[in-house]
């Protein structure tokens, strides 16, 4: 058996740039994500036809059963062939599962998630310690399965696995923009596809207060508009994430971010009333009153309603970015701040979380918050979530916390999947650090923020790239390259859809909207144009709209449906690259640009009458100008190449400058193969010697 990670596995992995199911050495090629602690490969393959059967052995439970009834759907539903459970002689399954013994009856962090997956050409053995790892070895076994030349089939494969961080964590806020039960459900499966275990659901804002309280109905009352999660709802979220092997964290965000709340009970605030559903995005004022022994008789009795209704061992309190506006024109507040010794209102706010913490820890639980809760005399049992930078994780780590990491993993700036990818919670100041510190860095979490999500968009803003994140937190620390990253998120992406996540398929109903009736054409070139564009990135979107965003502004142009990468200026990049690399002496890449950039330079005319017709069209006729230009431009860099011809002293200038102009953000939208274009012409400058420029 091998341990650790198996080199020739990862190689294998690595090498998936080529297509075919098999490389050279007729090794299978696989598409697994997160890749495994360690792959050795077999020979041979097992058949999944209509006499595939699954049985099991050792430990069983209903969830277990449910599991495998799910598994066999879903192998049914990749694989069209009919397949149900069938009792009978376990020994001669095609699949047997064994799971030793049960997990824990509310899951726990740091629980035994390993398996251990055997297939041969005769039949497949997963075992697993606990449900969990059985859990995981099922989805490793549908991402094993694929379409060969004479049926599906899963390699002949050993797969002894078992993850880096016992916290891989996605958060919703399902507070700025309402977030269905069902659209949670789809990602809750997305998280069990790529073996993530936590589920933290961020639960109010100033924008919206989404859960019921009995004890405080005013709360959802005053503070959703009817946009709430009934407690029976929340349990059976719960229930719907314990089956998946996924803890669910519930935040609630005091003493800031809390103006929702205020609209029922105004008498917790720090400045007068009466509050409303705050509408905008931003940062505001409205913060508890932490001098008012009021608020903590609330938070207590609040507290006790949710530590039952949400059985994780974890509660967070939020406790980022108080502006202490009202707590600076309180001359209450500000006398108590004098009387305490309390310095000023970060003084105030670890006032606030020591007033807090023996609360929440009264009712059985340990206190997440956001870094800005990070206070050496806060006791040791709390988990600090870094998101302003990495090194509040070390520092955290350093004194004693346990942590985990968001920092680099907000899928809502718009990064590319490589960018996450390359953020590990281990580096930085944190790749310092003693043993014993380095432990209590417990994984990460990305972040979905809802400002400019809704039930149609918002899987696109999560998958496929969430899975990236996903396979840091998994996977061995040495699995890095972002080619085999992505060949295999791009994978998996085709496979999340067949979970019911509509990250791809919401794209062409969006466009389609956007369009109004079109000829084929029209929408041909619509499609071709949001395929190279993505939103601009980072907190820009606020800075270049026409009008200030609230919630209710309609999320229906193309910023909204395109995906936030586009897989199609990157594969056209890393054609522009292999073909400077070859010293623009390939042929076959040479005729790709060129078909590629000609189509480019046509699809303007195609799309102009779309854009008379339609207003959400017109948003984007600068850019689609654009895109022609910067066609026209790349096609004229490759003629003088190709050629061999140094182009006229100026003409690079020239185009550099028409470059910048495309470059700049319209409609909040940015053309993105301009940096690959931008290549071509200065390899073209360089006077056909491209070489040195690639
Ligand atoms: C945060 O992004 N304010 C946690």
Redesign the pocket.
């Known amino acids: 058996m091998v341990s650790g990670p198996s080199m020739r596995g990862l190689c294998l992995l690595g090498a998936l740039m080529s297509s075919p199911l098999v490389n050279a050495q007729e090794q299978p090629l696989l598409y697994l994500m997160p890749v495994p602690a360690s792959v050795q490969i077999g020979t041979g393959r097992l058949l999944v036809d209509s006499k595939f059967s699954v049985a099991s052995t050792g430990y069983t439970e209903p969830r277990l059963d449910r599991a495998l009834e799910r598994f066999l759907l879903r192998l049914s539903r990749q694989t069209a062939i009919p397949l149900s459970r069938k009792t009978g002689n376990s020994s001669k399954a095609s699949l047997v599962i064994h799971t030793d013994h049960a997990s824990k009856e509310i899951q726990e962090l740091g629980e035994d998630e390993s398996y251990l997956l055997e297939v041969t050409a005769t039949g497949a053995k997963l075992s697993a310690v606990t449900p969990l790892g059985t859990l995981h070895g099922l989805e490793t076994f549908l991402q094993l399965v694929e379409v060969s030349p004479d049926g599906f089939a899963a390699p002949a494969v050993t797969i002894n696995d078992k993850p880096r961080f016992p916290w891989r964590g996605l958060m919703i806020d399902s507070a700025r923009h309402f977030v269905p039960l069902d659209v949670l459900k789809r990602n809750i499966d997305g998280l069990e596809a790529v073996k993530m275990n936590v589920f933290h659901w961020h639960l109010s804002e100033n924008q919206g207060f989404r859960v019921e309280s009995k004890k405080f109905p005013k709360l959802h009352e005053g503070g959703s508009d009817g946009l709430y999660y009934t407690q029976e709802e929340v349990h059976d979220l719960i229930e719907y994430a314990r089956e998946r092997g996924i803890r669910v964290v519930p935040e609630f965000d005091v003493p800031g971010?809390s103006t929702a709340w205020f609209v029922g009970y105004p008498e917790l605030a720090s400045g007068p009333g009466p509050y409303e559903i705050e509408r905008k995005w931003g940062v505001f004022d409205p913060a508890f009153d932490p001098t008012n022994e009021r608020t903590y008789k609330f938070l207590d009795q609040f507290i006790a309603e949710m530590a039952k209704l949400f059985p994780d061992h974890f509660f967070h309190v939020?406790g980022?970015?108080v502006n202490g506006k009202q707590w600076d024109t309180n001359a209450k507040i500000q006398e108590f701040i004098k009387a305490h010794g309390l310095k000023n209102n970060q003084g105030l706010q670890s006032y606030f979380n020591k007033r807090l913490e023996p609360i929440v820890s009264k009712h059985g639980k340990s206190m997440v918050g956001?870094d800005e809760v990070l206070d050496p005399a806060l006791p040791k049992d709390i988990v600090i979530?870094s998101?302003r930078g990495p090194d509040s994780l070390a520092a955290a780590a350093k004194q004693g916390f346990r942590g985990i990491l968001?920092n680099g993993y907000?899928l809502d700036l718009g990064w590319s999947a490589a960018r996450h990818y390359a953020v590990d919670p281990l580096s930085g100041a944190a790749a310092n650090l003693a043993p014993e510190e380095k432990a209590r860095i417990l994984g990460g979490e990305s972040?979905m923020?809802a400002e400019y999500i809704n039930p149609e968009n918002i899987d696109s803003r999560i998958w496929p790239r969430n899975a990236a994140i996903a396979e840091r937190l998994w996977s061995p620390p040495e699995v890095t390259d972002p080619a085999s990253m992505h060949t295999r998120m791009e994978a998996l992406a085709d496979r999340l859809e067949w979970l019911g996540l509509t990250h791809k398929s919401y794209h062409r109903q969006m466009l389609q909207r956007i369009a109004g009736p079109s000829t084929p054409e029209e929408f041909v070139a619509l499609t071709t144009l949001a395929s190279l564009v993505e939103p601009v990135k980072d907190y820009t979107r606020e800075e270049t709209a026409t009008a200030e965003p609230t919630s209710a502004t309609p999320l229906n142009r193309v910023v909204d449906a395109v995906p936030l990468e586009s897989a199609t200026a990157r594969h056209f990049a890393e054609l522009v690259g292999k073909f400077l690399a070859a010293s623009c002496h390939d042929p076959a890449a040479d005729a790709r640009l060129r078909a590629q950039l000609t189509a480019w330079r046509e699809n303007d005319a195609k799309l102009q009458p779309l854009a008379q017709r339609s207003f959400l069209v017109k948003e984007v006729s600068a850019t689609s100008r654009d895109l022609s230009t910067l066609a026209a431009v790349g096609l004229l860099a490759l003629d003088f190449v190709t050629k061999g011809q140094r182009p006229p002293e100026d003409w690079k200038a020239q185009q550099l400058a028409v470059l910048e102009q495309i470059q700049k953000p319209k409609g909040q939208l940015l053309l993105m193969p301009t940096p690959a274009i931008q290549k071509l012409v200065e390899a073209a400058s360089a006077g056909g010697t491209c070489s040195s420029s690639s």
Do not use: A, K, P
């Open positions: 971010h939020g980022d970015e956001w979530q998101w968001s907000y972040c923020w």
